[in-house]
């Protein structure tokens, strides 16, 4: 089993900053992919941004096309199952309870466990 653990979400203002943090702990396997999913009311739930460490995609990242070259996703240097996802230029259609994930993978590509996190609530409002 996974445990993830995060915390950063809050209430910002249209155009402001915010960072969320992930913490895995448990079974992670070496090859594994952790990232941010996002569900707005109403919304169907999306990929924010994730990335692999390990295997044949290790340092890959995805984002979701409304978040590229505003979001960021990145892994703790010294705790490679810590993610962090830098927020900038936020606006008011990233409104959403965030959800961080985790994904266990033997060979790369094949996913042998999926986890989710609780989920944090950003508001982005003025």
């Known amino acids: 089993q996974v445990q993830l653990v995060e915390s950063g979400g809050g209430m910002v203002q249209p155009g402001g900053s915010l960072r969320l943090s992930c913490v895995a702990s448990?079974?992670?396997?070496?090859?594994?992919?952790m990232g941010w999913y996002r569900q707005a009311p109403g919304k169907q739930r999306e990929l924010v941004a994730d990335?692999?460490?390990?295997?044949?995609?290790?340092?890959?990242?995805?984002y979701a096309d409304s978040v590229k070259g505003r979001f960021t996703i990145s892994r703790d240097n010294a705790n490679k199952n810590t993610v962090y996802l830098q927020m900038n230029s936020l606006k008011p259609e990233d409104t959403a309870v965030y959800s961080c994930?985790?994904?266990?993978?033997?060979?790369?590509?094949?996913?042998?466990?999926?986890?989710w996190g609780q989920g944090t609530q950003v508001t982005v409002s003025s």
């Open positions: 990335i692999t460490s390990g295997g044949t995609r290790s340092g890959m990242t995805n």
């Open positions: 994930n985790a994904k266990n993978y033997v060979d790369s590509y094949i996913r042998v466990g999926n986890y």
């Open positions: 448990g079974r992670i396997y070496r090859i594994n992919t």
